[in-house]
């Protein structure tokens, strides 16, 4: 939902103001595997998506258990933990949010029980119509124990259960009605469905092992426990599970392709290929393309650890200036960017990062890192630079401005707190203490995913051109464009 401009991001905390992106992952065993321990190792190669909170739901033997809780995959699940925890069918999730903190309640796959039995559900997106359904539902007397997305989908699943016995036609049905980025795994005590809004704007993809089927947000999960990428779930598509078989529905929802951009730009870890794209690649092609947009003299050329490495590499050989490090990052810090308030953001640049003094003395040093969101990580690092006697110190970003919010599930939730929305690109070299800085253009990031047609992104962060029509208030009703 639309954060009011005047509500301080650090002070977060109710469901209007609340985005989240995090990881999904499923496996439907149809063999003698360890489903559980292999969801947990998925989780772990999911854990650049989320690092607040995780969870696994099993289904054994017409039951539903599982353990969940606030932290990382290794912390959550201890051995103990994992030798209670039996299944053939499993949900996991890795989830962040932007409010002040997690909790318990909100920590997921949530696991409910309805008319039909029980059911777990994990989700990766934001649903923009997500307040709308559940004062819908709150007026005919709901009673709602988390402020996620995925409650609300499950008593959609509820509601059109009891008018619907075939669970295709309840997923169908639960679809018509969410508006924003969806990508759903949904456990019943014999199935296993995955979703993906009609969009594409999150990912979503089939592997397996032998005859069992795997549901992972990225294919870097499918690799980490030697399972074979199938192929991707297609917008507006439903996947079900049972019994060995794989069924797919297509809803006939199907919208324009608009996968996010920022799963390219930064979210996703570079091994995973999305829509038959590499990561990688596409991050690499970024940085030769920036060199050629935004040339420069310089010494070396070093990235942010770790998102803006592989733009780095592609600059570094594009403008022939060599390739080194600069900035040493200590491994047991999590991601800045996805930190749930700005106090904890700054705190965690503190200790996330330091100069290679050597390297750096008296030399021009173009630094790639990207994205500039809010700017602070970027001011830190020329500072850090300079004071550790850098000449010059050029930034290049191998993403254009981020202008406008977001509200399909990645952390960019108000104009006020984008430096790019209120600076020109002169005033924000200005605000980083910078020599110089250069943007990838538009046109030029689109040609990046290798293999993906350039009119299948979202880059409404970007460009302010929504995929569907977004709310000017928390009362309108959605219509799409």
């Known amino acids: 939902m639309i954060p009011k401009n005047n509500v301080n991001p650090d002070c977060l905390n109710n469901r209007d103001e609340l985005h989240e992106s995090c990881g999904v992952f499923g496996i439907y065993s149809n063999d003698d595997i360890d489903a559980v321990r292999l969801t947990y190792y998925g989780l772990y190669a999911l854990q ?48 962040y949010s932007t409010t002040g903190g997690a909790s318990m309640e909100d920590c997921q796959p949530l696991i409910i029980r309805y008319k039909e039995g029980q059911l777990a559900i994990a989700h990766n997106g934001n649903l923009i119509n997500a307040s709308k359904i559940r004062l819908d539902f709150e007026n005919r007397g709901a009673i709602f124990q988390t402020s996620t997305d995925s409650e609300v989908i499950a008593n959609l699943i509820s509601r059109f259960g009891l008018k619907y016995k075939n669970f295709e036609e ?92 920022f799963e390219h730009i930064y979210f996703a870890r ?128 191998s993403s254009p401005p981020v202008k406008f919010p977001c509200y399909f599930g990645i952390d960019i939730a108000t104009k006020e707190y984008l430096i790019a929305a209120n600076n020109s690109v002169e005033e924000i070299k200005e605000i980083i203490g910078a020599d110089s800085i250069g943007f990838l253009s538009v046109e030029n990031l689109l040609k990046c995913p290798i293999g993906a047609p350039k009119d299948s992104f979202c880059t409404a962060c970007l460009t302010g051109k929504y995929p569907m029509k977004v709310p000017s208030g928390l009362d309108e009703t959605l219509e799409d464009k």
């Open 48 to 95: 650049h998506r989320g690092q607040q909170s995780c969870g696994i739901a099993v289904s054994q033997d017409g039951h539903i258990t599982g353990h969940k809780g606030i932290g990382l995959v290794p912390e959550v699940f201890t051995e103990k933990v994992l030798d209670r925890l039996e299944g053939r069918i499993t949900v996991g999730h890795t989830r």
């Open 170 to 261: 309840v997923l169908i049905e639960t679809t018509k009605n969410l508006l924003g980025s969806y990508a759903v795994v949904i456990m019943t005590k014999k199935k296993l469905a995955g979703i993906r809004d009609p969009w594409g704007l999150r990912p979503l993809s089939i592997g397996k092992i032998d005859n069992s089927y795997i549901l992972t947000s990225e294919t870097c999960a499918l690799d980490t426990i030697g399972a074979e990428f199938v192929r991707d779930v297609e917008p507006g598509e439903i996947v079900i599970i049972e019994e060995g078989i794989l069924k797919s529905i297509k809803t006939n929802q199907k919208k324009p392709h608009s996968l996010c951009i």
């Open 270 to 397: 570079p091994d995973s290929f999305i829509d038959g794209a590499s990561i990688y690649q596409s991050r690499l092609e970024a940085g030769k393309l920036l060199a050629i947009q935004h040339p420069v003299e310089a010494d070396l050329v070093a990235g942010v650890p770790d998102s803006g490495i592989t733009a780095a590499i592609g600059f570094a050989r594009q403008s022939k200036i060599p390739y080194g490090e600069v900035l040493i990052k200590n491994r047991y810090v999590g991601r800045t960017f996805i930190q749930p308030n700005q106090k904890i953001r700054e705190e965690s640049i503190n200790i996330k990062l330091n100069t290679l003094k050597k390297e750096v003395e008296g030399k021009r040093i173009v630094i790639i890192d990207d994205s500039i969101v809010r700017g602070t990580t970027t001011k830190k690092i020329v500072r850090m630079l300079k004071e550790a006697g850098a000449k010059e110190v050029h930034v290049r970003i």
